[in-house]
């Protein structure tokens, strides 16, 4: 990471500590309202931090950009499927949740599907990593 990288990162951290100092000591946030709104803001710059770092590893390294659009292209087609096959049903228990149409219901399943393979993968790649070092020793 270069000079404008570490620039923007540290001006990134000192404003999220700044908003969070703000909100802190602000009594219109009091109860669940506060992590809430936290939670949302915090998401919204992860994954605009995680597209720009992305977008500036494609410009640096393009040739070896190709294994993180793979990975970007394997989720793609994993919600996809998960869209695909989510049954999208409408019951009472999702109405008072607020999930009003079939849509809706089948993006709430893809969510449900994508955090359980992701989850899988991830809990198998650990495994083999560490049983693969484990037999190399």
């Known amino acids: 990471m270069g000079r404008i990288g570490k620039t923007i990162y540290y001006s990134v951290v000192v404003l999220l500590v700044l908003v969070f100092l703000i909100v802190l000591f602000n009594n219109s946030f009091v109860g ?3 992590g809430i709104g936290i939670g949302l803001f915090l998401a919204v710059t992860a994954i605009i931090a995680t597209l720009v770092s992305s ?15 793979v990975g970007l292209g394997i989720i793609l087609v994993v919600a996809l499927i998960s869209y695909l096959i989510a049954p999208g049903a409408l ?17 709430v399943d893809m969510g449900i599907y994508i955090t359980i393979f992701l989850g899988v993968a991830a809990v198998a790649s650990i495994l083999v990593s560490e049983s693969v070092a484990l037999f190399k020793n």
Do not use: C, R
């Open 91 to 107: 019951n009472q228990h999702h109405i008072d949740y607020g999930v009003d149409t079939v849509g809706q219901s089948k993006m």
């Open 55 to 69: 977008v500036m590893y494609i410009i640096d390294n393009p040739k070896s950009a190709i294994n993180m659009l």
């Open 32 to 34: 669940s309202g506060f």
